[in-house]
């Protein structure tokens, strides 16, 4: 994924992955997978990875299927990213966060559940680390996983006379092009002007995507399995500087105004457009969310402890040493 300044430089850390518990069962069982689908990060270097996944496909006997790639054993079947999630019942993204957005593009459409391991250097939306893969493999093949969905937005906007789309399923970022001054943005709730100000820029995120460069820009810490849209004001000039949160069934319209920078829209990372004054896009929810595969019972308080910075206060950070010694 592209990176979007100091500010999200600085919420990429080093993160722990949340351990499966041997003893812990998630909400629901669901049935073993027959077909995998691999989806891999583009150039690191995933032989052990791989190694094991075809080793463990052999022995719990799961085809594998996946994009043409030297890299790929030669047991995995080829096909394109457009027949692969048809063809499997699980997607397996080997990467980091980049690539398990890569995997949610390609399955969601089909409806197919995606279970992120990280191999990568970001990790806050994959599910588990490469140390606990040969464990997720373990619980896929014998059906000890859930499956939930993750709300995703839709992002609308003419190009040249067309009008074009991209799903979100982490967040959608109009920003300024350095160096051009300030962007001008006014934002409206169902054609309904809520505000216009002057800043970097302005995010969108989903709830899945809420503890990324909307929460380092401020906005809240906003569980996966909500349904609705995060805007939050980049470095804003102005009192509104407030997140606002709408509901599943609202659209945000955004206008780049009179004497505006130029912006740079990007959803989940990828540069899509470069818009000048009068310019204008929608962002709604999408007509369907996306499936992720959640290993073990740990819920939204104990990942998002686990993986973000948060740390008590020092005066309240001893508290369960008090309460066990009384």
Known sequence: MQTRGLARATVCVVIEEVPMKAESRPARATAPPRRLGLVLHPRHDLLEALDMVSRWAASAGVALVGRDDERLPPTVQRCTYAKLARRCDVVLALGGDGTFLTALRVAAPHRVPVLGANLGEVGYLTEVGGDRLPDALEALAAGRFAVEERFALRATWRDNGR????????????????????????????????????????????????TGYSFAAGGPM?????????????????????????????????????????????V??????????????????????????QLGAAGFAERARRKLPITDGAAVADLDLTSQAS
């Open 222 to 266: 906003v569980s996966p399995q909500t349904r609705a849209l995060v805007v939050t004001p980049d470095a804003p000039h102005g009192l509104f500087n407030r997140s606002v949160i709408l509901g599943h069934d609202e659209r945000l319209g955004i206008e780049v105004l009179p004497a505006s920078a130029p912006v740079a829209l990007e």
């Open 268 to 293: 989940d990372g990828q540069l899509m457009a470069r818009a000048t004054a009068g310019w204008r896009m929608e962002v709604a929810p999408a007509a369907a969310p996306a499936l992720v595969v």
């Open 163 to 210: 009008e074009r789309e991209r799903v979100a399923y982490n967040d959608v970022v109009l920003s300024r092009v350095p160096r051009h001054g300030q962007a001008r943005l006014g934002l409206s709730v169902d054609g309904e002007l809520l505000v216009r100000y002057a800043s970097d820029g302005v995010i969108v995120a989903t709830p899945l995507g809420s």
